[in-house]
């Protein structure tokens, strides 16, 4: 059973870049097939996709947030990253971390559950 | 690209079926059939409940079912259960590897 694991600070200053990790357990990151992507919610609020990586390091992003957002992968670790830079107020939101099986299949079937990252000095 | 729209509720009574409509473009919705549908309980993390339009992932109850007609996708849940009440969210393949998911709509069982 593949299991994800957001972590990271819970508070980030006005301007600075937010960063978090996702630890991926019960199934190796560079199987293959998968795209492991981070999606996001703001309080109360709808769901946001925000990017995929491949663990070969291929990368898509969300256009409306993809001059800041950067999404990495250590397959050492079996982990994959987000940072997201120059934050404000408006990117106070739970973080998801999730896998797509790929394919062409563009949905998320597992998912970790979820870290609440606040913007404020 | 916008967010699917979604009505922000829909309420139904126990045993009865519901229907959740999802409405995007012919960019998104309407031309591709990898429409997947989430249900998502206060407090915790989306569950996968239907993908590529219809299909559902094992352990999904066959209550729920999804189709597409045009740009609208929707979602039934048929024989309502207090336990379905949730928030439920679309999401589409919009092309360029993007995906793009609706506003979300609450379902409360009456």
């Known amino acids: 059973q593949v299991q994800l694991q957001e972590s990271g600070p819970g508070l980030v200053k006005p301007s600075q870049t937010l960063s978090l990790t996702c630890t991926v357990s019960?199934?190796?990151?560079?199987?293959?097939?998968?795209?492991w992507s981070w999606i996001r919610q703001h309080p109360g609020k709808g769901l946001e996709w925000i990017g995929y990586?491949?663990?070969?390091?291929?990368?898509y992003y969300n256009p409306s947030l993809k001059s800041r957002v950067t999404i990495s992968v250590d397959t050492s670790k079996n982990q994959f990253s987000l940072k997201l830079s120059s934050v404000t107020a408006a990117d106070t939101a739970v973080y998801y971390c999730?896998?797509?099986?790929?394919?062409?299949?563009?949905?998320?079937?597992?998912w970790g559950q979820g870290t609440l990252v606040t913007v404020s000095s | 690209q916008s967010a699917l729209t979604q009505p922000a509720s829909v309420s139904g009574s126990p045993g009865q079926s519901i229907t959740i409509s999802c409405t995007g473009t012919?960019?998104?919705?309407?031309?591709?059939?990898?429409v997947s549908w989430y249900q998502q309980h206060p407090g915790k993390a989306p569950k996968l409940m239907i993908y590529?339009?219809?299909k559902r992932p094992s352990g999904v109850s066959n209550r729920f079912s999804g189709s597409k007609s045009g740009n609208t996708a929707s979602l039934t849940i048929s024989g309502l259960q207090a336990e379905d009440e949730a928030d439920y969210y679309c999401?589409?393949?919009?092309?360029?590897?993007?995906?793009?998911f609706g506003g979300g709509t609450k379902l409360t069982v009456l």
């Open positions: 999730a896998r797509d099986p790929g394919g062409g299949s563009y949905y998320f079937d597992y």
């Open positions: 019960g199934g190796s990151i560079s199987s293959g097939g998968y795209y």
């Open positions: 990586i491949y663990y070969s390091g291929s990368t």
């Open positions: 012919s960019s998104d919705v309407g031309s591709y059939n990898l």
């Open positions: 590529e339009g219809s």
């Open positions: 999401c589409s393949y919009a092309g360029s590897s993007y995906v793009v």
